[in-house]
């Protein structure tokens, strides 16, 4: 079973039409979905792991999800084993803006990776990914995630299993440019109570702070005079009903 904690920043950096950039820290987890960690009582409420955070939001577990939106697109899991990178339930709230599954077959080799978009408006987007041993990828962008961008161009990815070291890229590229690229970086912790409640106090309401967070940006850049592209109707993905 895997359960870790990663502290760790995240950024954003625009380069078009205005450079503007932000950092923020908070912490993920990286754990089994169908093992999650095992905490006391009095700390449950910091760290919950719940299959309507996920996919359609109406399986009975996570993996039930993922193995759903899996099976719509012809691959099948079976036993093969997930690990998820993720922000946790804090407090009865979460907001993931990504969320990351490691898929590999029974024998350990890699099957799939799934990135798991959520929006601030509540819609949710999944890209099924076939990266390379570098843990590079790409895919067309078919989701509207922030206001300022249109739904095309494509990303270039890299997501490598997180180890010792937590070390995510997703740039956005469009009519041969990058203007947009996110990083997350982080170091391994155990995923112990101790360090859970140690993280908790140092980003408390951790999940609130990165919607919040990411409002307040929109409105700088907004103020900034950015045209805000109209947002399409997002249709339901097969598989995530």
Known sequence: MVNALYPCAITHVRTAPRRYALRHRTYLWLVDPDHPPRLPAVLRPLA??????????????????????????GVDLADGTV???????????????????????????????????????????????HPDEAGRA????DFYV???????????????????????TV?????????????VRGTRRPGTPAQLLRLFLRHPFSTVVVSAAIRLHGIRLFLRRLPVQPRPRHRTQEGMQ
């Open 48 to 73: 919950g792991f719940d299959a309507r955070d996920h996919f359609g939001g109406t399986a009975p577990t996570v993996r039930a999800g993922l193995e759903r939106f899996l099976r719509a697109r």
């Open 83 to 129: 690990t998820m990178l993720t922000q946790a339930r804090v407090l009865g709230h979460v907001f993931n803006p990504l969320t990351v599954y490691w898929c590999h077959r029974p024998d350990g080799t890699p099957l799939c990776v799934v990135a798991e978009v959520h929006n601030t408006y509540g819609e949710r987007h999944c890209y099924l990914l």
């Open 138 to 141: 790409v895919t067309r962008k």
């Open 146 to 168: 922030s206001p300022f961008f249109p739904v095309d161009g494509g990303y270039r990815m890299r997501l490598p299993q997180p180890g010792p070291r937590l070390d995510l």
């Open 171 to 183: 740039h956005l590229e469009r009519q041969g440019a990058r203007p947009f690229t996110a990083t």
